[in-house]
């Protein structure tokens, strides 16, 4: 059930990305809604669940945008590998690590999607695509992560045992 809820949530943000946040350009780009919540469930529900969502994520967000299909789920690819790196971090917030994987899952998506669409013959200017496509939506990212991170975080399941340990550094967020 929890897949057909996270598989419905991520249609309704691609839908939203593709109807609406053109719209809004902070920056000069829009904010990527579906791959800031794929990250966030990475990082929130754990690999093992980001393995199964994130593809699936990917998948929905190529079917409304024009790039070529397949696009998304490789440049989503790198967000469970960063999801995991930053679940092992020392504090006991996930919130300033989740900012951290939406930030690093940005430079990757930009790089891989670039990287696609260079392969499939389109023109790239590459020091126009990288300082002003790929840095601002890793700014602007960052920046809309909080909205969507506090509705997931209340219905993510609580930390195990091994991430609550002493040894951890408190947070006050």
């Known amino acids: 059930m929890k897949y057909f809820v996270a598989g419905v949530i991520a249609w309704l943000l691609a839908i939203l990305d593709v109807a609406a946040m053109p719209y809004v350009q ?24 980001g393995l199964v ?37 020392a504090l006991e917030s996930q919130f300033l690590p989740t900012i ?10 930009g790089v891989i999607s670039t990287s696609v669409l260079w392969a499939t013959g389109q023109e790239i200017a590459v020091f126009h695509t990288l300082f002003r496509v790929i840095v601002p939506s890793i700014i602007i990212n960052a920046l809309f992560t909080p909205i969507i991170y506090m509705p997931m975080s209340w219905f993510a399941p609580r930390q195990t045992a091994w991430l609550r340990s002493s040894a951890r550094l408190p947070s006050t967020l």
């Open 26 to 49: 902070p920056l000069g780009v829009s904010p990527d809604l579906v791959l800031i919540f794929a990250v966030i469930w990475a990082v929130t529900r754990g690999e093992d669940e």
């Open 53 to 89: 969502i994130v593809p699936l994520i990917g998948l929905i967000q190529d079917l409304t945008t024009s790039d070529p299909i397949g696009t998304s789920v490789l440049g989503l690819a790198p967000a469970v590998p960063i999801a995991l790196a930053v679940r092992m971090r």
């Open 100 to 109: 951290a994987a939406v930030m690093a899952t940005s430079a990757c998506y």
